[in-house]
């Protein structure tokens, strides 16, 4: 089966996941995650990249991430990044091989409606899978920070989470009831599909925006002839 186009737009943020191997580990307790967040500090100030959202399970990793002024930056972080922790895995564990899948998962995020219901997606994720019964009881995402139960200088605030209100402490509070409310089932599919298949996260009006900047359809079948995709308009 062929993969599908990885696309990726300055100025925008990006649903990220990347997984293990084979579903194999990446974390082996707190001391691989606290390294692995200071591999993201690191690369994020390094390449230019900002950092919404972030969520270290097991075997995966989910980020919200907008590469800055050049497209590329988010790819060259990634590869920083899991270079350097599949190294610190494999030196400490007597591993070889790939730690990582071959290559990470992506989807443009492409309004700031879907970019806080993304952040909310990430964080909530060990909810989801039962580890914990409430996002403020797992330490390893980015919840803990937007919710003002830790304070962070280096993870940064998106739009749409700056404009829940003016004040940080209003901001916070603001979060932690968002995370209250009901997801819609279709909302979470959408965000799951977009990241399998490298669409958008968003609506089809979306869809539509982000193919007037790229030339390429990135979100479910249009009726009719394909659309021509312009080359060389974006980073794949």
């Given at each position: ?20 191997h084979?579903?194999?580990a ?12 200071n591999?993201l ?12 959202a972030?969520?270290l399970?097991?075997n995966?990793v ?13 790819g ?17 564990s007597?591993?070889?091989g ?18 806080l219901?993304c952040?909310r997606?990430?964080d909530m ?8 019964g ?11 920070k ?14 749409a ?32 599909e ?7 996260t968003?609506?089809r ?14 979100g479910p079948?249009?009726r ?13």
């Open positions: 089966m062929p993969r599908h186009a990885r696309v990726v737009i300055s100025n925008y943020p990006h649903h990220v996941v990347q997984r293990g084979d579903k194999e990446i974390f082996r307790g707190e001391g691989d995650r606290h390294r692995y967040t591999d500090r690191a690369g994020k100030t390094r390449f230019g990249c900002r950092i919404y972030y969520c399970m097991r995966h989910h980020l919200v991430i907008d590469p800055g002024e050049e497209a590329d930056s988010l060259l972080m990634m590869k920083w990044v899991s270079g350097k922790h599949a190294m610190h895995i494999n030196r400490t007597g591993r070889r790939s730690l990582f899948e071959g290559r990470y998962h992506s989807s443009i995020i492409a309004t700031d409606r879907y970019l219901a952040c997606y990430v994720n060990p909810v989801r899978a039962g580890i914990v409430s996002p403020g009881d797992f330490r390893w995402s980015s919840y803990r937007r919710a003002g139960m830790e304070s962070s200088n280096w993870l940064d605030q998106d739009p989470y700056q404009a829940l209100g003016k004040s940080l402490r209003t901001r916070q509070r603001k979060y932690q009831e968002w995370m209250l409310q009901s997801i819609p089932d279709d909302r979470d599919f959408l965000m799951r977009s990241l399998r298949k490298g669409h958008v968003g609506s009006e979306c869809v539509e925006r982000i193919f007037a900047l790229t030339g390429q359809w990135l079948k249009r009719g002839r394909p659309p021509i995709e312009k080359r060389g308009t974006v980073p794949i």
